[in-house]
């Protein structure tokens, strides 16, 4: 019989993580897992809660991430009444931090209209498009609540903002229609008790001074293939934001080099002394994830 029970102080090492304190262990934790990963390395046709336990449980993870399940539709905000939450009550009640993906007024615009039409509304018209962020943040808002009663620790707020070189959109757009709005989610989350952390792939540090500013308790996806030094960043601002992510798909093959993961390893040791860190893969498992060099990397440390 497989055995389940994970670690009593994971939930506890994030805590103490996103708050600057001192933990046994670097935290551990992955924004995604996919399905075809599980049932690759666990040779089982089927995955539910129990499979992806399992998984957790092999790789020694503390963190485990919940994306709700919407049906988006063209040019209509999902009813949160029409959200799923798979196994979220499972997952609250094991000794994982548990946090929710939602998407930002930016994502959701790109999922509902298309990237070319969210674009164009952003120029043409600065009205339609107040209206449509203040229509994401009370259909977040509304699911903020229920996830605080369903037991969650964490609240991943994600917008894609940024390429590899920078930003996507002009940061004065950003700063003067979408921060507002991110700020009173995050004062709500907040409120509430949760943690919020804000994702974006690709170069996005322009913008970190101002997640600081509107209180993002930390950052997931820290890309050094898109120029975001994670060693820098910490030293700007590791006192002021918990920083998540590092690994890129070409170090879990490079650390099957015995001379490259020792030194990974030493500067992740150097990285978690300055504390507010936490490691995983930039955007999550997939099949171009190589789990045995991360397992290396994972094992190492």
């Given at each position: 019989m497989?055995?389940?029970?994970?670690?009593?102080?994971?939930r506890?090492?994030i805590?103490?993580?996103?708050?600057h304190?001192?933990?046994?262990?670097?935290?551990?934790?992955?924004?995604c897992?996919?399905?075809?990963?599980?049932?690759?390395?666990?040779?089982?046709?089927?995955?539910?809660?129990?499979e992806?336990?399992?998984?957790?449980?092999?790789?020694g993870?503390d963190i485990?991430?919940?994306?709700?399940v919407?049906?988006?539709?063209?040019?209509?905000?999902?009813?949160?009444?029409?959200?799923k939450?798979?196994?979220i009550?499972?997952?609250?009640?094991?000794?994982?931090?548990?946090?929710?993906?939602?998407?930002?007024?930016?994502?959701t615009?790109?999922?509902?209209?298309?990237?070319?039409e969210f674009?164009?509304?952003?120029k043409?018209?600065?009205?339609s498009?107040?209206?449509?962020?203040?229509a994401v943040?009370?259909?977040?808002?509304?699911?903020?609540?229920?996830?605080?009663?369903?037991?969650?620790?964490?609240?991943?707020?994600?917008d894609?903002v940024?390429?590899?070189?920078?930003?996507?959109i002009?940061?004065?757009?950003?700063?003067?229609?979408?921060?507002?709005?991110?700020?009173?989610?995050v004062?709500?989350?907040?409120r509430l008790?949760?943690?919020?952390?804000?994702?974006?792939?690709?170069n996005?540090?322009?913008?970190?001074?101002?997640l600081?500013?509107?209180?993002?308790?930390?950052?997931?996806?820290?890309e050094?293939?898109?120029g975001?030094?994670?060693?820098?960043?910490?030293?700007?601002?590791?006192?002021?934001?918990?920083?998540?992510?590092?690994?890129?798909?070409?170090?879990?093959?490079?650390a099957?080099?015995?001379?490259?993961l020792?030194?990974f390893?030493?500067?992740?040791?150097m990285?978690?002394?300055q504390?507010?860190?936490?490691?995983?893969?930039?955007?999550?498992?997939?099949?171009g994830?190589?789990?045995a060099?991360?397992?290396?990397?994972?094992?190492?440390?």
């Amino acid at each position: 019989m497989v055995d389940y029970s994970l670690p009593k102080d994971s939930r506890q090492r994030i805590y103490r993580t996103i708050c600057h304190e001192s933990t046994d262990r670097i935290p551990k934790g992955e924004l995604c897992i996919s399905d075809d990963v599980i049932r690759r390395e666990l040779n089982c046709s089927h995955v539910g809660f129990e499979e992806r336990l399992e998984f957790i449980n092999i790789i020694g993870l503390d963190i485990y991430t919940i994306f709700p399940v919407f049906q988006f539709e063209k040019d209509k905000i999902p009813d949160p009444r029409e959200a799923k939450w798979p196994d979220i009550e499972k997952w609250t009640n094991t000794s994982l931090f548990t946090f929710v993906v939602l998407d930002g007024a930016l994502e959701t615009g790109m999922r509902t209209q298309g990237w070319a039409e969210f674009l164009k509304l952003m120029k043409k018209s600065p009205s339609s498009l107040v209206s449509f962020i203040d229509a994401v943040e009370k259909l977040n808002t509304s699911i903020f609540r229920e996830l605080a009663q369903k037991g969650i620790d964490g609240i991943i707020l994600a917008d894609d903002v940024a390429f590899s070189k920078g930003l996507i959109i002009n940061p004065e757009i950003l700063r003067k229609h979408f921060m507002p709005s991110l700020a009173r989610q995050v004062e709500e989350i907040s409120r509430l008790g949760i943690h919020a952390f804000y994702h974006s792939d690709g170069n996005y540090q322009e913008i970190i001074p101002d997640l600081i500013e509107i209180h993002f308790h930390g950052i997931q996806c820290i890309e050094q293939r898109c120029g975001m030094d994670i060693t820098e960043l910490q030293s700007k601002y590791g006192d002021k934001i918990c920083l998540w992510g590092h690994i890129d798909t070409d170090d879990t093959l490079k650390a099957h080099n015995p001379d490259y993961l020792q030194a990974f390893s030493d500067s992740l040791q150097m990285l978690s002394k300055q504390k507010g860190f936490i490691l995983g893969t930039n955007c999550g498992l997939y099949e171009g994830t190589n789990i045995a060099g991360l397992k290396k990397i994972y094992k190492a440390i």
